[in-house]
């Protein structure tokens, strides 16, 4: 047990770091590394998964905030919208058909990995033509400054409805289909609002840890939080996460989307073989 509770923080660690740099949370790791290596229940295993995206969002916010690459407007903006989206995923679930859910949406994460691809080397966003009186009203545009380019980097938010819309339906996935939502957000704000990708995976590591927190009392209540598999998990994810920030502020954004573009291909194929009732 001892040697398995040194494998699982060691994990964690890496869940943690990576989750920290590309804005996912570590549960894209943690989850299948539990029960897949250590035979873990599933349900512990989700559990675990949830205290590791509160981890990452705790250790990657403090330095994130300082920096000014959590827009924090926004992200309490959009979290409205997340929330909604969670309540009606699991209002409705057993009235849709998840396979065709799947097929839709890995489909979408397979063109978004084209479009992301498409953008190239683009370290910021082109300037913005058309400003949202919504954007302005809220005061949502920013700043924040860039380690690589040794510049204060200004941008504006655009896409409010739509970014709003996105993150409803990220929402709605992550109720539904029991999902990670935060390749989703990150999308979200750097596809559909033209934040700069450094913005967007901070804004979404902070949005992922809001969710989490709000969930994570259910699962402590239905006893599905093992305090020997949560406490190593919650702690190397931490560490994870606190070097995850690090690395990031001195990448490319460049760099960034080449981590990104992988993670999108494998999660869009796996959600695509799943929703055609593919095995490997």
């Known amino acids: 047990m001892f040697l398995t509770t040194i494998f699982i923080f060691f994990i964690s660690i890496f869940a943690g770091f990576i989750g920290a740099l590309l804005g996912l949370g570590?549960?894209?790791?943690?989850?299948?590394?539990?029960?897949l290596l250590f035979g873990v229940n599933i349900k512990y295993a989700i559990g675990a998964s949830i205290v590791s995206v509160i981890a990452t969002s705790s250790g990657a916010a403090v330095a994130y905030i300082r920096d000014k690459m959590i827009n924090l407007r926004l992200g309490m903006f959009l979290e409205i919208a997340t929330t909604l989206g969670a309540i009606t995923g699991a209002l409705i679930t057993g009235l849709v058909y998840p396979?065709?859910?799947?097929?839709?949406?890995?489909?979408?994460?397979?063109?978004?990995?084209?479009?992301?691809l498409r953008k190239g080397h683009e370290e910021v966003p082109s300037p913005v033509n058309t400003v949202s009186p919504l954007a302005e009203r809220?005061?949502?545009?920013?700043?924040?400054?860039?380690?690589m380019l040794n510049t204060q980097v200004q941008y504006k938010v655009t896409g409010i409805y739509r970014g709003f819309g996105m993150m409803y339906l990220a929402g709605?996935?992550?109720?539904?289909?029991?999902?990670?939502?935060?390749?989703?957000?990150?999308?979200?704000?750097?596809m559909v609002m033209k934040l700069p990708l450094k913005v967007s995976t901070a804004t979404s590591n902070f949005m992922i840890g809001v969710t989490a927190a709000a969930s994570a009392g259910v699962y402590f209540l239905r006893g599905d939080l093992n305090p020997q598999i949560?406490?190593?998990?919650?702690?190397?994810?931490?560490?994870?996460?606190?070097?995850?920030?690090?690395?990031?502020k001195n990448l490319k954004s460049s760099t960034i989307r080449k981590l990104f573009i992988p993670?999108?291909?494998?999660?869009?194929?796996?959600?695509?073989l799943k929703g055609l009732n593919v095995k490997l």
């Open 138 to 147: 809220l005061k949502l545009h920013s700043e924040y400054f860039d380690n």
């Open 172 to 190: 709605v996935v992550s109720g539904l289909l029991g999902i990670g939502s935060g390749i989703f957000k990150v999308m979200a704000m750097d």
């Open 230 to 248: 949560a406490a190593p998990v919650a702690l190397g994810v931490l560490f994870g996460a606190t070097a995850g920030t690090r690395v990031m």
């Open 263 to 272: 993670v999108l291909l494998y999660i869009g194929l796996q959600m695509l």
């Open 26 to 35: 570590g549960a894209i790791i943690v989850t299948p590394a539990l029960t």
């Open 99 to 116: 396979n065709a859910l799947f097929i839709i949406f890995g489909l979408l994460m397979l063109y978004s990995a084209l479009a992301m």
